[in-house]
């Protein structure tokens, strides 16, 4: 599986925008970026994907650098709630193909 | 949340004995996942399934074996439980080739 490199931490203050970057340098062409976030105490939720073109969701957006070695997720104006660890993760496009987890980035919202 | 159930939801257990872990859906979907989380690591794929009785091993399935007789229930057995199994286990499903997985609320496993 490709991997995929994020900082272990990040601090944000409430109500402000925060990027959260993601390194793929080994992406191949049919990797999609998948993004999930872990709130304390429970299991992971989807947030985001995409693979070439720029995503917006009512969560998030992904911003996808142009040669696909990394990509940003920017959650618009972060929430206490947003206190999570995020997860970038590349998974193929094969139906078979399983999402695997690297540690993440435990992003803390300081009110 | 996708219609996802997982149980128990807490269990302690001895070494030596035997645990299975149940992970059920309501939708059918095809696609579902065991992982396990301990402190200090990530999420860690056990074992997977795309299919009834069509089953792949993750990266540390050793001492997990897993069934899949019906699309509903995607069953995760411990043969004998270690203390190192002592861990929380996230069932995941997911709806299509490129979609998003849903995540269970996750069992509490300890051994003693």
């Known amino acids: 599986d490709a991997k995929t490199t994020q900082p272990n931490s990040m601090e944000s203050n409430e109500e402000e925008p925060v990027h959260l970057p993601c390194n793929h340098s080994?992406?191949?062409?049919?990797?999609?970026i998948h993004w999930y976030r872990q709130l304390p105490s429970q299991g992971p939720e989807y947030v985001i994907h995409g693979l070439t073109s720029n995503v917006n969701n009512r969560m998030a957006s992904l911003a996808i650098a142009e040669d696909r070695k990394s990509s940003t997720l920017i959650l618009h104006r972060a929430t206490l709630r947003d206190a999570a660890v995020y997860y970038c993760i590349l998974r193929g496009s094969s139906g078979n193909t399983p999402l695997v987890f690297g540690k993440g980035t435990r992003l803390s919202v300081i009110a | 949340d996708a219609g996802i159930t997982q149980s128990p939801r807490h269990k302690v257990t001895e070494t030596g004995t035997p645990v299975t872990l149940r992970c059920h859906q309501t939708e059918n979907h095809r696609y579902m996942y065991w992982y396990r989380q301990d402190p200090g690591h990530g999420l860690r794929l056990i074992h997977y399934s795309y299919g009834v009785k069509d089953t792949d091993k993750g990266e540390v399935s050793d001492g997990y074996s897993v069934s899949r007789s019906k699309t509903e229930d995607f069953l995760l057995t411990l043969e004998s439980a270690t203390s190192s199994q002592t861990s929380v286990y996230f069932c995941a499903i997911r709806v299509g080739v490129n979609t998003e997985a849903f995540f269970g609320q996750g069992t509490r496993l300890t051994v003693v």
């Open positions: 080994t992406i191949s062409g049919t990797d999609y």
